[in-house]
């Protein structure tokens, strides 16, 4: 089958969770025979080449106007590549929903492949991506006001046409053939937000080489508890309130250590909390570090806290910290707790005294650890590359016997 991946990016430098996932994805359909071409929209330059036997078609971002308007910025671009690679091409699987709305475009302008999309984030109902607002639909108010948040000044004024235009831009997304949601919190979502029920399959992430291809280390023998966390450094991704957790924590524990990898607009404040808390010699912030060199790090801890306050559509580095078979901490929103499984304690999202207790826990319990780590590689076996990429493939059959 002849397969194009329309992406944010591709390679080589690895910068989250989709990148990951997107790689994975071409890398399985290639080594099983299939003809790939990845269509990417976050690039430095517009060029074409060939990685390891699949075509790469990179196109420029437009900067400053991506980040402010990026679904409306993204249309034409989307739309035309689309048009240009469909006689090449049996379908587009599109994992990069800010391009949704060029790919209805496409459909409306008579594209004639089919089109599957995979909801990787929110960015397809909430131009912000992060689904934080309490109310189930947002109104045009509240998206203008989100999208001049945190913009600079002479950017704020494109934040109410932009708000104005995105009913318009959601209704385009919603014209794929096909949905693949990573997990069911981000099915009934969508689904809440119009999308369409019966064209909607949950098929998650899958992990990188086998269930059990890493093992615990020798660092796990230590007296010290490591804690970990690893991601964007996010307002969403309340890593505040692991170190305010972690703070608690240290006052009664000199054992433990927490170490922060990644990096974002919040690092600084980050820092200036861990100075305020008085527990500078007990943090490290070791920045963004290349995917192929994270491993270090979850090899060297003894617990992996995904401290969230938004609804996680899934959570990559929880299945890397499986993989190492580090118990996790999760809060409880999201898809988080639907992955850990039996591999992992829950804590209310955004309590403080909840997480500290759920690592009080785990530090003091080495039994509670050890079962927790034994039960990785069963709740891993759910993520197998065999089965979820299976599951990709019916789809993409089904898309294409029905046209």
């Known amino acids: 089958m002849r397969i194009a991946l329309v992406s944010k990016s591709y390679g080589p430098t690895i910068s989250g969770g989709g990148d990951v996932d997107t790689k994975l994805l071409a890398d399985c359909l290639l080594q099983r025979g299939h003809e790939i071409t990845v269509l990417a929209f976050h690039e430095e330059a ?150 369409p029920a019966d064209r909607m399959d949950v098929i998650p992430c899958c992990i990188e080489g ?88 979850y090899g060297a801890a003894d617990v992996f806290v995904h401290p969230t306050i938004m609804a996680e559509p899934f959570g990559r580095t929880i299945l890397e910290a499986m993989q190492f078979q580090v118990p996790l901490v999760v809060s409880n929103i999201g898809a988080p707790p639907e992955i850990v499984g039996e591999a992992g304690l829950v804590f209310e999202r955004g309590n403080v005294d909840d997480l500290v207790q759920k690592l009080e826990m785990v530090s003091r319990d080495r039994e509670l650890r050890q079962r927790l780590s034994s039960n990785c590689p069963k709740v891993l076996q759910a993520y197998e590359q065999d089965k979820v990429l299976g599951r990709i493939l019916e789809v993409y059959q089904q898309v294409v016997s029905e046209q």
């Open 46 to 195: 517009n060029r074409e080449e060939t990685i390891a036997g699949m075509k790469v078609v990179r196109h420029r971002r437009i900067d400053g106007l991506t980040a402010t308007a990026q679904l409306l910025t993204l249309l034409p671009q989307v739309a035309l590549a689309m048009r240009r690679w469909q006689d090449r091409v049996d379908l587009f699987h599109v994992y990069y929903p800010s391009a949704l709305p060029g790919a209805g475009m496409y459909k409306v302008l008579g594209g004639r492949r089919p089109v599957v999309a995979t909801l990787n984030s929110y960015a397809a109902f909430c131009p912000m991506g992060t689904a934080l607002c309490p109310d189930a639909i947002c109104g045009f108010s509240r998206r203008a006001r989100c999208l001049a948040r945190g913009r600079k000044p002479a950017l704020k004024p494109l934040s109410v046409p932009y708000a104005a235009a995105c009913p318009a831009l959601f209704a385009l997304a919603r014209r794929a053939d096909r949905y693949t949601a990573l997990s069911q919190v981000v099915k009934e979502l969508y689904i809440a937000h119009g999308y």
């Open 210 to 297: 086998q269930a059990a291809s890493f093992t615990t280390g020798a660092a796990h023998e230590s007296s010290a508890l490591n804690i970990l966390y690893v991601g964007g450094l996010l307002e969403a991704k309340g890593v505040d309130i692991l170190i305010r957790a972690f703070s608690r924590l240290a006052e009664h524990d000199a054992r433990v250590h927490l170490t922060i990898v990644g990096d974002g607009p919040q690092a600084e404040p980050l820092k200036e909390l861990v100075l305020e808390l008085g527990v500078r010699e007990r943090v490290s912030f070791a920045g963004w570090v290349p995917h192929e060199m994270v491993g270090q790090y």
